[in-house]
């Protein structure tokens, strides 16, 4: 599979289930309405985890614009695959987002509240301030990228060691740990902002929102929507620097 196809298949299943559950906890009549906060941090760390074992073997699993531009920057990834790997995720998350809206068809028109839709593709602050909620998703992206390669250190040892190490960590244990991470970060970090921490998660279902013949959907928030673009970026950079500045 080319590795562009992979990210934005990734990244639509990410979306998918994790955009779905947040739809099966807010929506009216579901199954799962007001199933709650832990609901939605277990969905998407599940989401995360099962997308990165579908696709890592062919594109790296990045499903996140901040991931790769992180990884370039200390010399992780080529820079010249970074505009193809963000379009990629960008058209993915769209996608997904997309299929969300089908797979709940039934449930827009019933559920009144404008703010229950858009949660369904975006995330918003809880508290209308731009300044706190930046800092907030460069803080859980920064995590999410230190943490990230920090599993995916090589052990020392002899080569065949570190290879063996390398491709077991990364191809079977390392996708569970990223879904647990994304676990913890939504936690004990996603209550402000509900964690977008990736670009591609955000912008990408908020087109959708924007496009899609949602009843009743109100405004699809473009004021807010640079937050969970850029800060993702800062964040993930500063994350990627500070692991290579402590030689982890």
């Known amino acids: 599979m080319n590795p562009y196809l992979a990210e934005g298949a990734g990244t639509a299943l990410l979306i998918l289930l994790g955009n779905g559950v947040v739809a099966n906890m807010v929506l009216t009549k579901t199954k799962g309405?007001?199933?709650?906060?832990?609901?939605?941090?277990?969905g998407w760390a599940f989401a995360v985890a099962l997308a990165v074992y579908a696709v890592a073997r062919v594109s790296g699993a990045h499903l996140n614009p901040a991931v790769s531009v992180a990884l370039a920057s200390i010399g992780g990834f080529e820079w010249s695959l970074?505009?193809?790997y963000i379009?990629?995720?960008?058209?993915?998350?769209?996608?997904?987002a997309v299929l969300v809206f089908l797979a709940y068809f039934a449930h827009w028109a019933p559920t009144a509240d404008a703010g229950a839709k858009l949660a369904c593709f975006s995330t918003g602050p809880a508290v209308r301030a731009f300044g706190p909620a930046f800092v907030t998703e460069a803080i859980g992206t920064a995590v999410l990228v230190f943490a990230v390669l920090a599993f995916g250190?090589?052990?020392?040892?002899?080569?065949?060691?570190?290879a063996a190490w390398a491709a077991t960590v990364n191809l079977w244990f390392?996708?569970?740990?990223?879904?647990l991470l994304v676990f913890s970060i939504g936690l004990s970090l996603g209550g402000p902002?509900?964690?977008a921490i990736n670009p591609a998660r955000d912008l990408g279902p908020r087109l959708a929102h924007a496009v899609l013949p949602i009843p009743g959907k109100g405004d699809?928030?473009?004021?807010?929507?640079w937050v969970p673009v850029v800060a993702p970026i800062v964040g993930g950079v500063a994350g990627a620097q500070v692991f290579k500045l402590l030689g982890l």
Not at 153 to 162: D, F, I, Y
Not at 174 to 179: N, T
Not at 220 to 225: H, L, N, V
């Open 33 to 42: 309405n007001s199933g709650g906060w832990i609901c939605i941090a277990a």
């Open 82 to 84: 970074v505009p193809g």
């Open 87 to 96: 379009a990629a995720q960008m058209a993915g998350a769209f996608v997904g």
């Open 153 to 162: 250190r090589v052990a020392s040892g002899a080569a065949a060691e570190q």
């Open 174 to 179: 390392g996708p569970a740990l990223v879904g």
């Open 193 to 195: 902002t509900g964690y």
């Open 220 to 225: 699809s928030d473009w004021g807010y929507a």
